[in-house]
């Protein structure tokens, strides 16, 4: 099992974005994909246990959802997807599922040892950039972040349209030295619970 690191920053500004490209040419990342929209589904318990564990830094917690690319519905399949935060570090588990099976788990949702039967709570839309550099880091950055109360639902939310979040994948605290150089601010952030500060409230 391979636990991964991260560190989130928020880009407030349309003028930070240049100082961004900059930064990502000067050391030297690369495109390592072609931009995706992505499409998240989230799912929780009936008390939203899920948000409030993620809410007050409770260790065990988890996020559980199923995501799929570029098309308002999935296709051919979808992943399932539970992100793990635990006392050792946090890890990620995705299965490839087909996608005649994707109405029967947003109606019948999921049940989990930790958190029980889990239902759709809300869908999450973005798009997606990917870098990376000869070190191995990683820097994805997501704009036209969207939040939607259930996926058929045409009522969207979007608190600043402006904003994008940067975030940061390494496996080592190596040639890290290089963040102090980006100029923008690490913060703590999460698009589920977001979301359901957006929505629900």
Avoid at 138 to 151: F, G, L, Q, V
Avoid at 152 to 173: A, G, M, P, T
Wanted: proline residues 2%.
């Amino acid at each position: 099992m391979s636990f991964r690191k991260e560190k989130k920053f928020l880009v407030g500004q349309n003028h930070t974005f240049t100082k961004i490209n900059n930064f990502l040419f000067s050391n030297k990342f690369k495109k390592i994909y072609p931009d995706r929209k992505i499409y998240s589904v989230y799912f929780d318990n009936k008390n939203l246990d899920m948000f409030q564990d993620s809410e007050e830094g409770v260790v065990p917690r988890k996020k559980i959802r199923i995501r799929w690319y570029n098309s308002k519905y999935p296709k051919n399949f979808f992943f399932f997807e539970k992100k793990i935060n635990s006392v050792e570090g946090r890890f990620k588990t995705s299965d490839k599922i087909i996608s005649n099976s994707f109405e029967l788990s947003l109606r019948k949702g999921f049940h989990d040892n930790l958190y029980g039967q889990c239902k759709p709570k809300i869908m999450i839309l973005y798009k997606r950039s990917y870098f990376e550099n000869n070190n191995k880091i990683r820097i994805t950055i997501d704009r036209d972040i969207k939040y939607k109360k259930n996926i058929y639902s045409e009522l969207v939310y979007r608190k600043n349209k402006n904003d994008l979040v940067l975030e940061i994948k390494y496996q080592n605290f190596e040639n890290l030295h290089l963040l102090k150089e980006l100029p923008v601010r690490e913060i703590r952030y999460s698009k589920y619970n977001n979301g359901i500060l957006n929505i629900y409230n």
